[in-house]
């Protein structure tokens, strides 16, 4: 028989008979792994009945409550009273699955194949305007990439994109017109880099 009690309790239960004993005894002796706060009964029902299922629960929470409080380290902090749990023994399933490896982009692939690597993070978000001589953002609002967007009281004008255009083109906002395009190109591509990666495809 095993029995499962916490130092100095009182095992009877005539003075209240009310209040269910401290000491749980059983046949097969529960096995614990504190770590994960389990204790497992290998001990038969004898019926099945939802007072029984509540005695057995209610006596498997009671030993695992017994060997945590005369194993398991205590200590009194300013925080309150603290109990140290072992590491645990039962490897526990994990609840999704290991994410699938993210598939490179183009040139993610390419920077790896060549060695080159991300400097985005060290040059920061912002870039020295040496005209107004104040630092601005790269991109956004006032950003250095909108130079060119029209602002400017002087433009010099690509003779080849004027005959192109026949005289309609300026030059007045031709960096606005590219910058969009830009980001349409990098939308596109980036809408491609999703497709391979659900299909897998490099």
């Known amino acids: 028989m095993a029995s499962s009690e916490t130092p100095g309790a009182i095992t009877g239960s005539k003075s209240n008979p009310q209040r269910p004993p401290v000491t749980v005894n059983k046949p097969i ?16 029902l004898p019926v099945t009945t939802e007072a029984a299922l509540s005695a057995t629960a209610r ?33 526990l399933p994990r609840e999704k699955r290991i994410p699938a490896e993210k598939v490179q982009t183009k040139w993610q692939a390419f920077a790896a194949k060549k060695g080159i690597k991300d400097t985005k993070r060290k040059d ?4 020295y305007d040496e005209a107004t001589g104040e630092w601005v953002p790269k991109w956004g609002y006032k950003g250095a990439n909108k130079k060119g967007d ?12 004027e005959r192109e255009s026949k005289g309609e083109d300026s030059g007045r906002g031709a960096g606005r017109r590219e910058r969009k395009e830009s980001v349409r190109r990098n939308e596109r591509a980036a809408r491609a880099n999703e497709r391979r990666s659900k299909t897998g495809k490099k």
Do not use: H, M
């Open 29 to 44: 002796p529960y096995t614990f792994d504190l770590g994960n706060l389990l204790a497992s009964d290998a001990n038969p």
């Open 59 to 91: 006596d498997g929470a009671q030993a695992l409550l017994n060997q945590l409080l005369t194993t398991c380290p205590i200590a009194s902090t300013p925080a309150g009273v603290l109990l140290t749990l072992p590491p645990p023994t039962t490897p």
């Open 124 to 127: 920061g978000k912002k870039v």
């Open 150 to 161: 029209g602002d400017d009281w002087l433009v010099e004008v690509d003779e080849k994109r």
